[in-house]
């Protein structure tokens, strides 16, 4: 079985994109490489080139990880795809084990991502851990569990259950989970095959990208207005204790600016009843075709 790969690109030769490709091409028999690119300026589309001569490249420049997740849908052929994020490393075995998850009720298998986190994320997190196990349910933790998230950093797709998908072109952020609620709105599963192993390097993250996240977040049940005002209540004494632990004065400076711009974008999605359309963007129809919501696209402003 051969599948199109979807790459969304944007100045993404950093970290890995010449590993992924080489674990692309060793791990998947891959069919064509659709490269959707917003733009890059760097030499993300000659190594693209370089690994796969022949990789269709969309231009995206105007766009969003909606749109260019969108145009990466369109331009398919095979029965099934796979999503691939630029900052994964493909485990040897990942299409081997990914594909017998494969069964007439399974809609898409996400493989099973190992963090390879920036220290100012990753030392963090170990604080917050260890701060969990000594007083549990005190420390914030999202109202959706991680696993009925939607992740398509590296997830094989039936390709016959999104042809029809409009992917609303707010969703810069959880446009995956987006993807997910549709294939299980049409009575498929999203499985997670736990052999399907990749690392997934996320480095350079912007702090500020947390508004956007939290303000869709709000709208989907992933967090409330509550919750988030705990988060920022708690911040520096988290921050302490994780100084304790890992003295990491960059790590301190970034959590506080992300928990910062995730309680403001919480607190927008509040008091901005206009934009209730993200809320109804997740309870359409099973099955609902693209024509139904596409004469209501909402407009869309990119938050870096």
């Known amino acids: 079985m051969k599948v199109?790969?979807?790459l969304l690109t944007f100045n993404s030769v950093k970290p890995v994109l010449p590993?992924?490709?080489?674990?692309?091409?060793r791990e998947v028999p891959?069919?064509?490489l659709i490269v959707v690119d917003g733009g890059s300026t760097d030499a993300t589309l000659d190594v693209c080139q370089e690994y796969f001569p022949n990789c269709e490249i969309i231009n995206d420049v105007?766009?969003?990880?909606?749109?260019?997740?969108q145009k990466g849908i369109e331009s398919v052929k095979t029965d099934w795809f796979l999503f691939l994020d630029a900052d994964v490393i493909l485990h040897a075995q990942w299409f081997s084990e990914a594909v017998q998850s494969i069964n007439p009720k399974v809609g898409a298998v996400q493989g099973a991502i190992i963090q390879r986190i920036d220290p100012v994320i990753h030392d963090f997190d170990?604080?917050?851990r260890r701060l969990r196990k000594m007083f549990g349910g005190l420390t914030y933790k999202p109202l959706l569990a991680p696993t009925d998230r939607g992740f398509t950093g590296d997830v094989l797709v039936r390709a016959s259950l999104v042809k029809d998908i409009y992917i609303p072109k707010l969703l810069h952020h959880w446009e995956d989970h987006y993807v997910k609620r549709w294939i299980e709105?049409?009575?498929?599963?999203?499985?997670?095959?736990?052999t399907a192993l990749c690392d997934h390097y996320m480095i350079d993250r912007s702090a500020k990208a947390s508004y956007y996240g939290s303000f869709i977040g709000y709208f989907?049940?992933?967090l409330t207005v509550k919750s988030s005002l705990i988060a920022m209540a708690t911040i520096f004494p988290k921050i302490l204790f994780a100084l304790c632990l890992k003295p990491n004065l960059k790590m301190a400076w970034w959590q506080l600016k992300f928990q910062f711009w995730s309680t403001i974008g919480a607190l927008k999605a509040y008091f901005a009843n206009p934009r209730t359309e993200i809320k109804k963007a997740f309870e359409f129809k099973v099955g609902a075709r693209k024509?139904?919501?596409e004469g209501s696209r909402p407009d869309y402003v990119r938050i870096d």
Do not use: F, H
């Not at 590993?19 to 091409?25: I, N």
């Not at 105007?62 to 997740?69: E, H, I, L, V, W």
């Open 126 to 128: 170990y604080a917050m």
């Open 220 to 222: 989907i049940g992933y």
């Open 185 to 194: 709105n049409k009575n498929y599963l999203w499985v997670r095959c736990s």
């Open 30 to 32: 891959v069919n064509r």
């Open 4 to 6: 199109d790969v979807v």
């Open 19 to 25: 590993e992924c490709l080489q674990s692309l091409k």
């Open 291 to 293: 024509e139904e919501i």
């Open 62 to 69: 105007d766009g969003n990880r909606a749109t260019s997740r």
